[in-house]
């Protein structure tokens, strides 16, 4: 079976040559890590981070050396949308059992505490890049969940099994044919 990483590449492409990380470090805090070599839960700064960025760079654990933000491995989002920059962090969400064929593989968008992206627009921004491609977008604002992509009319469809009509069929079918492992089974 292929890792997430390998995953997140053939979904998005390889990370962009031009984009690091710099002094961004929101995903040390933010995301849940439990992986083999490393664990620590969502929201809790890493206990490894410092005022410099990580204290043990040079010899992280494999997780923090193959996870990579969507904001680097996306050329269309803006330079502005660094997750420090914008208050949005962008990553490839795997979720073993999924409620619905959308969580399983999707993209989430979570605004960071504080964050203005949406009052500036940059949430509005994000999302139209990200909503371009057949993945389910979710979009998390620290209370709710909510999926952006595909459209609420195509959503219920998938997920009801009803057919769709005509003007939806085409992308009803590409959602349940790329999706459907995912649904919960009964």
Known sequence: ?????????????????????????????????????????????????????????????????????????EADLPEAARPDRSGLLISISFVPEPQNCFEGVSINVRLLAGSDAIANGMAARVLDVLCEYLIPVWFSDGDEKMLMHPSPDVARLVLSGTPAPTALHDEVAAWREQYGMFAPRR
């Open 1 to 73: 079976m292929q890792d997430a990483a390998d995953l997140e590449t053939n979904m998005l492409g390889p990370v962009l040559a031009d984009r690091s990380c710099g002094d961004c470090t929101a995903c040390c805090t933010v995301l849940q890590v439990a992986s083999p070599d490393f664990a620590k839960p969502a929201g809790v700064p890493c206990k490894h981070l410092t005022a410099a960025g990580c204290g043990i760079h040079a010899i992280r654990p494999h997780i923090c050396r193959s996870w990579f933000c969507v904001w680097r491995r």
